[in-house]
């Protein structure tokens, strides 16, 4: 789990990177953007599963739950999605993801704290000050409550799609040879009328 918990550190450095001393939405705000939704959703769902591994005693499937919304979708899809909107020209869009990678972010650690105590408190010990929170250790903060992070059907299915788009994409590339590094203009042809409304909505 090393690299697990250098994925996490590196995490906390671009959460800071994107909010310290930049606009922040009020606490409780709720974005619109459906990658903010999505990401609210899965970690809802995230907690709902490691709840049930404690409470059967399969701290395996616990930690399990927590590893894989971490790397998989907080990490690997969450921070690069939500670029375009951090880097915006859209402040009042802006304020309110970095509050939301906030959110999210705190109250990933806090679940992650009965099973990575030093990492979390070390990572929370920054975090907490940036979102707002009061408390002077980890240990001494409530379990959160997964019913903050509600569940959001419409955006699961379009982040899903987005996420099809994207690898397929990389599919395409690894295919053909084509470096990462060069843009490419993507050509969309005999796309049903539903997918030519989700590229319009997600073309950012």
């Not at 399969?58 to 998989?72: I, K, N, P, S, V």
């Not at 906030?102 to 010990?125: C, G, K, Q, Y």
């Amino acid at each position: 789990y090393r690299n697990f918990c250098n994925k996490l550190w590196n995490a906390a450095r671009f959460v800071l990177l994107m909010t310290e001393d930049k606009a922040l939405a009020p606490v409780g705000s709720r974005s619109d953007n459906v990658v903010d939704r999505w990401i609210v959703s899965r970690l809802g769902a995230a907690l709902r599963a490691t709840e049930r591994g404690f409470a059967d005693y399969r701290f395996d499937q616990a930690a399990t739950a927590l590893y894989e919304f971490t790397w998989h979708e907080f990490c690997d899809w969450y921070l690069e999605l939500s670029k375009p909107v951090l880097q915006g020209e859209a402040a009042a869009a802006a304020a309110t993801t970095r509050r939301t990678l906030l959110d999210v972010f705190e109250a990933l650690l806090r679940a992650m704290h009965p099973v990575m105590p030093f990492i979390s408190e070390e990572i929370w010990r920054r975090i907490a000050p940036v979102a707002g929170v009061a408390g002077e250790s980890i240990m001494l903060t409530p379990w959160p409550d997964q019913a903050v992070f509600v569940a959001d059907p419409v955006a699961l299915a379009d982040v899903e799609w987005i996420k099809g788009v994207i690898l397929g994409l990389r599919q395409i590339r690894g295919e053909m040879d084509i470096s990462p590094a060069r843009r490419l203009a993507p050509l969309v042809r005999d796309a049903l009328a539903t997918d030519r409304e989700q590229f319009a909505r997600h073309a950012a």
